[in-house]
C-alpha cells in the first residue's frame, strides 16, 4: 500500500475508535453519570426558608401570575384566617441527626410569632432545645402564612383549617411524603417566659429604654433588672441617646410589675452579649 493511500486508512481507523470512545462514555448507567439527587428544598422546618420579600414584590408577582394563568375565569378561594388572641400549632417533623424535632409555633395578633423547636434524643447536638422571635404575616389572597424570621429568611405554612397548618418548602410547595409537616392547634396556647437569643433596636426616652423586634418592629418597655444596667451604660457611652442600636442578648418577655410601663409587657434582659455600631436591623 502506497503512502498516500495509507493516510486516508489511518483517519478512518482512527474516527471509528473516537466515535465508539464517545458512545461508551454517553451510555453509562445513569446513577454513575455524576448526578447527584439533592433534598435542599424539601428539609423540614428549622432549616428550609426562603427569603422575606416585601410587600410590593409579592404583589408584584402576583401581578405576573395572574397574567399567565390560562383560566382567568377561576376565582381564588382564600382561607378565612384571623385571630384575635394568641394561638399555638404543634407538629413533629423529622432530623437529619436526631430521632425528630417536636415544633411549637405561637401566633399573636401583633404579628409576632413565637417558636420552640425540642430535638429528640440528640446526643451529639449541644442544645437540645432552641427558641425564636420572629414576625408573620398572610399572603394577599390568604392561603398562607410567612413568617420573618432572623437573616431575612422566610418560611411558608399553607393554611389548611383555622386549626391546622401544614409547612411548605423553600419554594413554597408542597413537601413529598406523608402528614409529617403538619401543625396542629394546641389549647391553651403556649406562653414563652424561656430566655431566647434575640436581636433588635435599644432606644432610650424619657429616662426608659425600649427594645424593638427586628422582624416583627414590635416594641416592648425594657425592665430594670437583670442585665439593664449593663446595657444602659453601654448605650450611654456611645453617645446615641437618640438614636436606636443594634442589640444582642438573650432575654424573655413577660407581664409588667410597675405601673410605669405603656404595655401589660415589658422585656427582661437576662444576658446582654453587645451592641452593634449598627443604627437600623438591615
Request: net charge positive; charged share 25%.
Amino acid at each position: 500500500m502506497t503512502r498516500q493511500r495509507m493516510i486516508p486508512a489511518l483517519s478512518v481507523s482512527l474516527l471509528l475508535s473516537l466515535l465508539l470512545t464517545s458512545c461508551n462514555k454517553s451510555e453509562k448507567p445513569f446513577p454513575d453519570n455524576d448526578f447527584k439527587w439533592s433534598h435542599r428544598t424539601d428539609k423540614p422546618f428549622p432549616d428550609n426558608t426562603g427569603t422575606w420579600r416585601s410587600s410590593s414584590e409579592t404583589a408584584s408577582e402576583k401581578t405576573t401570575e395572574a397574567q399567565q394563568n390560562k383560566n382567568p375565569e377561576i376565582p381564588p378561594n382564600p382561607a378565612s384566617f384571623t385571630i384575635t388572641q394568641p394561638v399555638s400549632y404543634k407538629g413533629i417533623v423529622p432530623c437529619s441527626d436526631c430521632e425528630k424535632i417536636e415544633l411549637v409555633l405561637t401566633l399573636r395578633p401583633d404579628q409576632v410569632f413565637f417558636l420552640r423547636k425540642d430535638y429528640q434524643h440528640l446526643p451529639k447536638r449541644k442544645l437540645d432545645r432552641q427558641l425564636e422571635i420572629g414576625g408573620w404575616k398572610l399572603t394577599e389572597d390568604g392561603k398562607n402564612i410567612l413568617l420573618k424570621r432572623s437573616n431575612n429568611s422566610a418560611q411558608t405554612l399553607a393554611i389548611k383549617s383555622a386549626k391546622q397548618l401544614e409547612i411548605l418548602n423553600a419554594e413554597g410547595k408542597k413537601i413529598a411524603g406523608n402528614n409529617s409537616y403538619l401543625m396542629t392547634q394546641i389549647n391553651p396556647a403556649l406562653k414563652p417566659v424561656e430566655s431566647m437569643s434575640m436581636q433588635g433596636m435599644y432606644f432610650e426616652k424619657n429616662g426608659r429604654g425600649y427594645w424593638q423586634d427586628c422582624q416583627s418592629e414590635v416594641t416592648w418597655p425594657v425592665a430594670r433588672a437583670g442585665d439593664y444596667v449593663k446595657l444602659s451604660k453601654q448605650y450611654n457611652a456611645m453617645n446615641k441617646r437618640t438614636s436606636a442600636v443594634l442589640t444582642i442578648f438573650t432575654g424573655h418577655i413577660t407581664l409588667r410589675e410597675d405601673d410605669i410601663s405603656e404595655t401589660d409587657e415589658i422585656l427582661v434582659v437576662d444576658k446582654f452579649e453587645k451592641l452593634e455600631n449598627r443604627f437600623s436591623c438591615l
